[in-house]
């Protein structure tokens, strides 16, 4: 510490200390941001876990499989994050996202108006997550999605919240055949009646550790229709969690509409099989026809309490996705989107044997043939 003997020298210890304090107080002109309402925002600390970024933030379906990674991305900097909770033991995971006091549950319904306003009421940004895969007793699409989406945008304009953004579902239409479909879309317009400038965001299927479409390709029995030649475009559930936390923060993007689809259109089967490649394994399923498979399910997903799938989901299967050209992308955002071979064997080289975990696609065959003459005895 030899270098800093002429600063203690010229500085007697009172004076370095007050010079110290002015040092650590003092404010960049970066730390300050401005809301679209108006209200200043003042962040501080490196930019790691423990520092502030001067936002509040509430998650609506934070506990989702989109919504888990959108806490941990906004907690992880420092945003105070609101999350709306329904079942206690649902919850607990996300406190462990953000430091002490960063994420914050609150109980609600979403036919309690009182319990959203309470939940909404002193945030910067407000995401809706809230999404349902197949009806219920209790929970209509429309129920979920739509009069969802009315409450929870009323309380936004209620309490003049800067940001809201509307989590979509790509291939939303007015006149899909898909009533999942529909729904989604009128949601849009919903949101943006009450409130012009909502963000709509439409990402594609979302492939991660807890995601719905490679559990179903590697569960068994696996059934499918049309042979599984469905095109999508899937896309890493990080990057659409990254996304719309870049979304929240830069205000030039309210208003707009975005589309976050992966760079390569694939097929569910050609999905398959880069699974069976990762897994060294086969995954084969069962094709069955679209009537009888829709039937089954309406019927099963009626009379049991845990999802086994509906007839729209079955009517799903069959529809290819489909771009909007004037939505914008993750281009627009300064991002771009990583291909399905770069992730996907993460998610999958956990099922492989025993024999086979630590080597690469190429090698299998030589490893099978070691098999052979590999013996363990007790």
């Known amino acids: 510490m030899h270098f800093l003997a002429p600063a203690r020298a010229q500085f007697p210890a009172i004076k370095r200390k007050v010079i110290l304090q002015a040092y650590v107080s003092s404010r960049g002109a970066h730390d300050l941001a401005i809301t679209l309402s108006g209200k200043p925002v003042f962040s501080y600390g490196p930019g790691g876990r423990s520092s502030r970024t001067g936002r509040v933030a509430t998650v609506f379906g934070a506990n989702g499989f989109l919504g888990r990674y959108l806490v941990s991305k906004l907690a992880r900097h420092g945003t105070i994050v609101m999350v709306p909770f329904r079942e206690e ?61 009315r409450r929870i945008a009323n309380a936004v304009a209620k309490f003049g919240v800067d940001r809201f953004i509307q989590v979509s579902h790509h291939d939303a239409s007015p006149d899909s055949p898909s009533e999942f479909l529909r729904t989604k879309f009128e949601a849009e317009q919903v949101a943006r009646d009450i409130i012009p400038n909502t963000t709509i965001v439409r990402p594609s299927p979302m492939i991660g550790w807890e995601d719905k479409l490679i559990k179903k390709i590697i569960s068994w029995p696996s059934y499918t229709v049309n042979n599984a030649q469905q095109e999508i475009r899937p896309v890493h559930v990080f990057d659409v969690a990254l996304a719309l936390q870049k979304i929240g923060f830069d205000d030039s993007t309210a208003g707009n509409t975005y589309e976050l689809y992966g760079p390569e259109v694939m097929t569910v089967d050609a999905v398959r099989q880069r699974c069976e490649l ?3 394994k086969p995954y084969p399923y069962y094709n069955l026809p679209k009537k009888l498979y829709a039937n089954v399910s309406e019927f099963l997903n009626q009379i049991l309490w845990w999802p086994v799938g509906c007839a729209d989901q079955v009517e799903r299967m069959t529809i290819n996705q489909k771009v909007d050209k004037s939505a914008l992308t993750f281009a627009d955002i300064g991002m771009k989107a990583e291909k399905l071979e770069d992730y996907v064997g993460q998610y999958v080289r956990h099922y492989r044997g025993n024999l086979f975990q630590d080597v690469a696609p190429d090698s299998v065959a030589e490893r099978k043939r070691e098999r052979e003459f590999i013996h363990v005895t007790r």
Do not use: C, Q, W
Not at 95 to 121: Q, W
Not at 127 to 138: A, F, G
């Open 89 to 149: 033991m649902n919850k607990r995971f996300l406190k462990v996202t953000g430091d002490l006091g960063v994420v914050n549950f609150v109980e609600f319904d979403i036919r309690n108006i009182e319990s959203i306003e309470e939940s909404v009421k002193y945030s910067d940004i407000v995401y809706n997550l809230v999404s349902r895969d197949y009806p219920t007793k209790h929970f209509s699409f429309y129920d979920v999605h739509v009069e969802a989406t």
């Open 278 to 280: 990762e897994a060294l």
